[in-house]
């Protein structure tokens, strides 16, 4: 069942990929894929290309997908080690969700972090005391490891 859910996924999302956003199969492997967000415009993220790590259970759709992020970034709700603090990748997590929904949940989180909610708490405090240091420590990283 997870390796069919899987396929009609990656049929599904070559038809209709959200934007800034692309994902597919790391070589043959269907239980691993690599996806990119690209920083959305307008944002200190903007012209940045991030790559992440999707690892399916073997009984996925029914638990989430492993999803982390392989480029580093500065963000509140993602630890330097790229997991994400998102919780439809946990405990809000249902089989209806597909990769291409995850994946504009997380491309939400670019434009509104949550720092109630800090996986990076250095980046939760700058971006809610000093909002335009934070923008700039963003575009730092994003230049340094996105571009």
């Not at 859910?5 to 959200?18: M, N, Q, S």
């Not at 000093?130 to 923008?135: G, K, L």
Request: net charge neutral; charged share 20%; proline share 12%.
């Amino acid at each position: 069942m997870a390796l069919k859910r899987i396929h009609k996924e990656l049929v599904d999302f070559g038809k209709e990929p959200p934007v800034l956003c692309n994902a597919g199969p790391v070589g043959e492997d269907l239980w691993n894929w690599q996806a990119t967000i690209t920083g959305p415009p307008n944002s200190p993220y903007q012209g940045g290309v991030f790559y992440l790590n999707i690892n399916f259970p073997q009984d996925y759709p029914f638990k989430p997908p492993q999803i982390s992020f392989k480029t580093p970034i500065y963000h509140p709700n993602i630890s330097n080690e790229g997991s994400i603090c998102l919780d439809i990748l946990t405990h809000k997590w249902t089989p209806a969700l597909t990769i291409p929904k995850v994946l504009l949940s997380i491309c939400s989180l670019f434009d509104d972090p949550n720092p109630k909610s800090p996986l990076n708490r250095e980046a939760a405090d700058l971006y809610v005391r000093d909002r335009a240091a934070y923008n700039v420590k963003v575009r730092e990283w994003t230049q340094k490891y996105a571009m």
